[in-house]
């Protein structure tokens, strides 16, 4: 059973930076392409930024150049390191096996002075 944990989000104020993080277990990690996406209040899941399991990436253009993901195949970990936060970015943050179509349970970002 295919198992994501996220962690890392809280209060930030625009401009500052969080870093998120997913465990996952379940599944051979290494073998499947990940992905974050967020949920904001009323609005409709996105799809944030994706990592393939060599390591190419793919963003939004709406988190170019602040956001950056990344992948430990050895601890079973997707990361995504978030920078220069903006009100905007206020969201519930999902991690994602795109392999298995499963999702964690989220960890809520808010952005806000």
């Known amino acids: 059973q295919v198992q994501l944990v996220e962690s890392g989000g809280g209060l930030v104020q625009p401009g500052g930076s969080l870093r998120l993080s997913c465990t996952a277990s379940?599944?051979?990690?290494?073998?499947?392409?990940m992905a974050w996406y967020r949920q904001a209040p009323g609005k409709q899941r996105e799809w944030v930024a994706m990592i393939t399991t060599s390591d190419s990436t793919l963003y939004q253009d709406f988190v170019k150049g602040r956001f950056t993901i990344s992948r430990d195949n050895e601890k079973n970990t997707l990361d995504l390191q978030m920078n220069n936060l903006q009100v905007e970015d206020t969201a519930l943050y999902y991690c994602r096996n795109m392999g298995s179509g499963s999702w964690g349970q989220g960890t809520q970002v808010i952005v806000s002075s």
């Open positions: 379940g599944i051979i990690f290494k073998h499947y392409m």
